[in-house]
T-cell receptor
C-alpha cells in the first residue's frame, strides 16, 4: 500500500462551521505533513508531525488546528474559517523527517468557505 | 530564504521531447525533486536528484543538474498526451526538517 488517503475530497463550509479533514497512510511513515495550495499556486507547508509530535508550524492561524492521534492518521480541524482559506489541502507522508526522505502526497481536499 | 523559479507554460507536439527548467537560489539544497500534478489531483513524485549528481535517468525522464548555475531541468522523451499536467520543481531546505520549497509550476500542454 503506497497511498495517502484523504477525506473528504470536497468540502463546502460556512464561516461559523466546524469541520475536520482526515488523512491516513499505512506505509509505516513516521512524518506527516499538511500543505495548502491556492489555485494556480505551488503548495505551501502548514504543519509537520514527526513521530506524532508537532515539529513545524509555519505560523498558521489558530483557526487551523492539526492533530495526529497515531502514526497512521493526521487530522486538520477547521473552525471560523474565512473565504480566503478556500484552497486545496494536501496531506503528505514520508518515512522520516530527515533530509532526503521522499514525500508521498494524497489527492487533497478541495475546500470552499462561503 | 530559498526561492525556486520555473517558466509557467510549455507547449510541445506529441512524440517530441519536453524540457522543463528550474532555478533555485540556495546552493546548500541537497535534494531537488520533480513532482507532477494533474487537474484536481495531488502531487505525484516523478524523480529526484541528489546535489552531488549531474544527471539522473529514469525511463523517459532525464534530470540534469548544474550546481554552479543552480539550474535543474527535466527532460521527458517521447512526450505523450498523458504527460499534460503541471510540473513542480522543489528544493529541500537544509536543516534536517525535510522542508520543501516549490516553484510556481510549469503547465505542460501536449498537442497532436
Amino acid at each position: 500500500d503506497t497511498e495517502v488517503t484523504q477525506t473528504p475530497k470536497h468540502l463546502v463550509m460556512g464561516m461559523t462551521n466546524k469541520k475536520s479533514l482526515k488523512c491516513e497512510q499505512h506505509m509505516g511513515h513516521r512524518a506527516m505533513y499538511w500543505y495548502k495550495q491556492k489555485a494556480k499556486k505551488p503548495p505551501e507547508l502548514m504543519f509537520v508531525y514527526s513521530y506524532e509530535k508537532l515539529s513545524i508550524n509555519e505560523s498558521v492561524p489558530s483557526r487551523f488546528s492539526p492533530e495526529c492521534p497515531n502514526s497512521s492518521l493526521l487530522n486538520l480541524h477547521l473552525h471560523a474559517l474565512q473565504p480566503e482559506d478556500s484552497a486545496l489541502y494536501l496531506c503528505a507522508s514520508s518515512r522520516g523527517q530527515a533530509d532526503g526522505e521522499k514525500l508521498f502526497f494524497g489527492s487533497g481536499t478541495q475546500l470552499s468557505v462561503l | 530564504g530559498e526561492d525556486v523559479e520555473q517558466s509557467l507554460f510549455l507547449s510541445v507536439r506529441e512524440g517530441d521531447s519536453s524540457v522543463i527548467n528550474c532555478t533555485y537560489t540556495d546552493s546548500s539544497s541537497t535534494y531537488l525533486y520533480w513532482y507532477k500534478q494533474e487537474p484536481g489531483a495531488g502531487l505525484q513524485l516523478l524523480t529526484y536528484i541528489f546535489s552531488n549528481m549531474d544527471m539522473k535517468q529514469d525511463q523517459r525522464l532525464t534530470v540534469l543538474l548544474n550546481k554552479k548555475d543552480k539550474h535543474l531541468s527535466l527532460r521527458i522523451a517521447d512526450t505523450q498526451t498523458g504527460d499534460s499536467a503541471i510540473y513542480f520543481c522543489a528544493a529541500q531546505l537544509n536543516g534536517g526538517y525535510n522542508k520543501l520549497i516549490f516553484g510556481a509550476g510549469t503547465r505542460l500542454a501536449v498537442h497532436p
